[in-house]
Every structure is written in C-alpha cells, then in structure tokens.
C-alpha cells in the first residue's frame, strides 16, 4: 500500500513537472490591446493620424494653397517651390532647396490632400538660405484630416 501511494505521489509530481514547464515555455510577452479610436472606429483600425493630433502641427505651414501667407513664406526660406497640375487633377508639388547639400523632395496630392511644411526651428536659417538640413519635412493631410505619408 505504501509502494502504491509513493508510485501515486511521483505520478503526480511528474504531471505538475509537466505543467509548470510546458507554462514556462509559453510566451511572457504582454498581449498588445486595440489602438483606442482616434476620432473613428475606423480610423484607429487604419492606424490613422489625425494632423491636428501630431506634435508636428503645431509648426505647420500651408503650403499647398493658392498663395503662401507671410508665415509660411518665412518657414520656406531656403526652399524654391514648383506645383504642377496634373493629368488626373492632382498636383505635384516639388521643394527644391537653395543649399545643394540637400535633397529636393516631391509630393503628390490628391485632389483634397493639403501639404504643410513643418520648420522646427525658424531661427536656424539666415536670410534665403537653409542651415539645417535635418528639420524641414513635409506632410500630406487628407480631406478628412489624416496624415497620408
């Protein structure tokens, strides 16, 4: 009878031997939650930005209308800009920098797409010509507000 209880008993404790290293082996990795909704359901699904949400809003400046106010002529001090009309009635928009240093960028905007040029810092550049090559950028916003690239 004892024999019979001690074969139980290593039964046993092998089987718990099993489960703990079978959980050990499992992934400890936190299991990621949804993305809470921005200002839609399906926008969170997208991964969507709002712009007006972005850090980078807030040193905006509108440059895919009509003309260039004074604010954002000053943002693009350095930069030449280009907007061809295309085929389809989308434009293209090219920024193309007084320093050779830097790489022209090219955007495609759809028709109710905005562009904005983001300038970090105003004060780095002297006159017409661009200083730093690290903080302008550009970024195209959808008619709904989104940041598309």
């Excluded at 909704?37 to 009509?66: E, R, Y």
């Excluded at 389809?88 to 090219?94: A, E, M, R």
């Excluded at 780095?124 to 709904?144: F, R």
């Amino acid at each position: 009878m004892v024999k019979a209880n001690i074969i139980g008993l290593v039964a046993v404790l092998a089987l718990v031997l099993v489960l703990l290293t079978a959980c050990a082996n499992q992934s400890t990795a936190p299991v990621s939650s949804p993305t809470p909704a921005i200002n839609t359901p399906a926008a969170a699904d997208s991964g969507k930005v709002k712009f007006s949400d972005s850090p980078d809003s807030k040193n905006a400046f509108l440059i895919s209308g009509d003309a260039l106010d004074a604010d954002a002529k000053a943002a693009m001090a350095g930069f030449d800009m280009k907007k061809t009309v295309l085929a389809d009635g989308s434009f293209q928009i090219t920024l193309t920098s007084t320093n050779p240093e830097y790489k022209d960028q090219s955007y495609t905007l759809k028709q109710g797409e905005k562009l904005y040029f983001i300038e970090r810092f105003m004060g780095d550049d002297v006159g017409t010509e661009e200083k730093n090559l690290k903080d302008d950028i550009a970024i195209i916003v959808d008619a709904d507000g989104y940041i598309v690239n």
